[in-house]
């Protein structure tokens, strides 16, 4: 397994990677006007901005992706994508670990996730991350979790 940054060269994958991965979060929130899910080719390439998107390749095969930014003095990390056959498997917890090393001088890291999405929240309360926010997007309640270096 390799973990690479992502270059807009690999945008149309990175967006198929993540529109799979997501239908399971859609599923659990009935919600199927999630941003990964709608986002465009156009947005996403926007997005090689001002985020590092970290892609993991195994055997060749694009298999997870997640991104990554600093600001107002805080690392944020989200659309953390794992292809749905190989979730469970620590490639997501290696992305994790990847993409809270690229700013390694950090003292606070923020996410979110919905509030339904269990296996998440456990992975991100594992690593110290603490639920200290709630909104509602659309549909679906959003938990925002923090951790402290």
Known sequence: MEIHRATTANAD?????QRVAFISEAELNNDFNIPPLTQTLAELITEFE?????????????VAS???Y?????????????????QGQGI????FTALEKT???????ELFTGEHS??????????GYKPFKVEK???????FLKRYT
């Open 13 to 17: 994958a990175l967006l198929d990677l």
């Open 50 to 62: 001002h985020k590092t998107i970290l892609k993991v390749i195994l055997n060749g095969e694009l």
């Open 66 to 68: 997640g991104q990554v």
């Open 70 to 86: 600093f600001k107002n003095a805080s690392v944020h990390i989200g659309r953390m994508a794992v292809l749905p056959k190989l």
């Open 92 to 95: 997501g917890s290696q992305l």
């Open 103 to 109: 700013f390694p001088n950090a003292q606070r890291f």
């Open 118 to 127: 269990q296996k998440n929240l456990a992975m991100y309360q594992r690593r």
């Open 137 to 143: 997007f659309g549909s679906t309640k959003v938990l």
